[in-house]
């Protein structure tokens, strides 16, 4: 019996240090990234899939000297998402991936996107509106927030049913004077007065603001925190059925369509954006990021 039991331990003892053998001349596997859409114009979100060694960490993406942040989405599955914007130069993206001691360096070409030019006439009561600076904070920090969690699933939604009127990307003229630096930062709805505006996604209420309370621009504004830093934003409404901290789904009303704000008529604006950067509502609402 003792014999058997000290050949017993020595097999083991041996198993143990060819496995440790085994896990020390085995090279590590490689860190793998996917990008999508693998043809990215401006205005597109894009997604970077990490997938790396389990322990590595939370692996970090930066790109044009920006890092963003990632969110697991699996066991050692990491998910990033990019905004691309009108504004920007189209060209080589050069991205860098870094997960504990690895390192990817990836580009990718973004192309141009021809957009529309639209001439605006605002009326005298509404040509001099300028934004309040409370205002311009809560948006601002609106459009910071970063949740964590991720609240929607699957494509978003229509928020109206009226059709469309403006696109997204579209460069302006206010009164003849061209608008430099802007571009249009959602789709209009022309929805009457009155007719229901749906959340196209679930999310929290993260901000509830009105013309009386200073918001000149956006008009009856109401905010949707999708989480993992995509926010919605509905301007010009006339009526609010939502307030700060209420979780909405898909197809809730949150409000009704109006003509507050810098408009020259009713209609609705949806705004999303990523990263506080407006991108183009399309692609979420065809395809989905999930």
Request: aromatic share 8%; hydrophobic share 35%.
């Amino acid at each position: 019996m003792k014999l058997n039991s000290r050949f017993l331990k020595s097999i083991l003892l041996l198993s143990s240090i060819i496995v440790l053998l085994v896990a020390l001349v085995t090279p590590s596997q490689a860190m793998q990234v996917q990008i999508s859409p693998t043809n990215p114009h401006l205005g597109d979100t894009l997604t970077l899939l990490i997938e790396q060694n389990r322990g590595a960490g939370e692996p970090s993406v930066t790109i044009n000297q920006k890092t963003y942040p990632t969110f697991e989405i699996a066991p050692n599955r990491f998910r990033a998402m990019l905004p691309t914007t009108p504004l920007e130069q189209p060209g080589v993206r050069q991205i860098r991936v870094n997960a504990g001691d690895q390192v990817r360096n990836l580009a990718v070409q973004v192309k141009n996107r021809s957009f529309p030019i639209q001439r605006i006439n605002l009326p005298p009561g509404k040509a001099g509106t300028s934004a309040t600076q409370y205002e311009l904070d809560r948006v601002a920090e609106f459009k910071k927030l970063v949740t964590p969690q991720k609240y929607w699933n699957g494509p978003f939604t229509r928020p109206n049913k009226g059709r469309i009127s403006a696109i997204y990307g579209v460069r302006r003229y206010y009164n003849g004077k061209f608008a430099k630096d802007y571009y249009h930062r959602g789709v209009d709805y022309a929805g009457g007065v009155g007719s229901p505006v749906f959340a196209p996604a679930s999310g929290r209420v993260a901000l509830v603001g009105t013309v009386s309370q200073g918001f000149r621009i956006h008009g009856n504004i109401v905010g949707i925190d999708h989480g993992q830093g995509v926010t919605s934003a509905f301007l010009h409404l006339s009526r609010i059925d939502v307030k700060q901290g209420d979780m909405v789904k898909p197809g809730q009303v949150i409000g009704a369509v109006g003509s507050t704000g810098a408009v020259t008529g009713p209609h609705l604006h949806w705004g999303l954006y990523v990263h506080g950067e407006s991108v183009d509502p399309v692609p979420w609402r065809e395809r989905g990021f999930n």
